[in-house]
């Protein structure tokens, strides 16, 4: 299995431009989960899904945050606008229904100037 | 709510050396438990986890934690540390009945000196 696969795996953009980050967790796995990482504040959970329904998105920091999971293979975060201080490494995790840890992707290192 | 406290930010420990890194819960119940390590620039990696049973468990890379249930703490032991064992590690506590949310502590970052 290649694991959960992430891209891009660095983004630079400008701020006020969209970004989309791109997941494809291990198939099999029913939840997926959005992570973002700082060295302010650590690991934050964004939101997650079972079977591809959000289940709980109070850790989006605000409205400019959006994901999607469209089918059990592929999810989106996007950022629009973005901000410098999205600037972050963003991580996608899955979890398979008997295997409760979850397994991480590379992440995406997202930087806004 | 659920939290996790690893009070080492920092730990520098010789090659060969043995480790212990702390990690302490807060939870209500009898929590779900794991170590990730993560290594520059990369994902977490799952080293072992407790669900429930024996309390010392086994992990990868020769890494072991025990639960203490009375001190609320699952910290992280290996008896020879090896120069590749440089990384952060971060304890995570999730809840019991299959619950989804897992809640990281702060990670411990480790030095090995050769």
């Known amino acids: 299995d290649a694991g959960v696969i992430q891209s891009p795996r660095h983004e630079v953009t400008e701020m006020g431009q969209e970004v989309t980050l791109r997941c494809k967790p291990i198939?099999?796995?029913?939840?997926l989960f959005w992570y973002r990482q700082t060295m302010m504040r650590g690991l934050e959970l964004l939101i997650y899904?079972?079977?591809?329904?959000?289940?709980?998105d109070s850790g989006m920091p605000e409205d400019r945050f959006s994901a999607k999971m469209p089918n059990a293979s592929f999810s989106t975060l996007k950022i629009q606008p973005s901000e410098p201080r999205d600037s972050a490494v963003y991580f996608c995790?899955?979890?398979?229904?008997?295997?409760?840890?979850?397994?991480f992707g590379s992440g995406t290192r997202l930087t806004v100037v | 709510a659920q939290s996790v406290t690893q009070p080492d930010i920092h730990i520098t420990v010789s090659e060969g050396a043995s480790l212990e890194l702390r990690c302490n819960y807060s939870?209500?119940?009898?929590?779900?438990l794991f170590w990730y390590v993560q290594s520059p620039g990369q994902g977490l990696q799952l080293l072992l986890k407790?669900?429930?049973?024996?309390?010392l468990v086994q992990g990868i890379k020769g890494f072991e934690a025990e639960f203490k249930r009375s001190q609320s703490s699952f910290n992280l032991r290996k008896p020879s540390v090896h120069w590749s064992d440089a990384a952060e590690y971060f304890c995570?506590?999730?809840?019991?009945?299959?619950?989804?949310?897992?809640?990281f502590g702060t990670g411990t970052q480790l030095k090995v000196e050769l």
């Open positions: 995790a899955s979890r398979g229904g008997q295997i409760y840890g979850y397994t």
């Open positions: 198939s099999g796995h029913n939840s």
């Open positions: 899904f079972n079977n591809n329904v959000p289940i709980d």
């Open positions: 939870y209500g119940a009898t929590p779900y």
């Open positions: 407790y669900f429930s049973g024996d309390t």
């Open positions: 995570a506590v999730g809840p019991t009945g299959g619950g989804n949310k897992l809640t």
